[in-house]
């Protein structure tokens, strides 16, 4: 079954950055600008060697490990109000760390990213958010 409908996935396609929001177990939520890729219904999102703070691991991972429902919002805003649009998908999300998934998402992530390809990111695990619902709203078109 397909969740996302066709103009969704466009959406998505063109969009370049998203906002993945995840929460602790207490249901403290955490949200973060990302770079993704869609598959089917998966969206990938990869740790990447930006400079971080050093320390445990990353809030996001924690927060998939302790409650992985997850979302991540893709919006486009204009000057023109009548161009507005947004697509939310959301799901439970799970840590990849290696395999052929895992490879295929970081492939595809640096086929959408440039700045992937000069990265040093096969060893860092991957967000996979399987899909189960979508909503948007506005103009989804180019």
Known sequence: MTILSQPERDFLDRGRVGHLGTADRQAAPHVMPVCYAVHEDTLYIT??????RAGPPLKRLRNITENPRATVVVDRYDETWARLGWVVVGGAAELLFDGVEHDT??????????????????????????????????DLEE
Not at 119 to 132: C, K, N, S
């Open 47 to 52: 740790v990447d060697r930006k400079p971080k």
């Open 105 to 138: 998402a970081q492939a595809m992530l640096r086929e959408r990213y440039p700045q992937y390809r000069t990265m040093e990111i096969a060893d860092l695990p991957v967000i996979a958010l399987r899909i189960a619902h979508s909503v948007s709203w506005g």
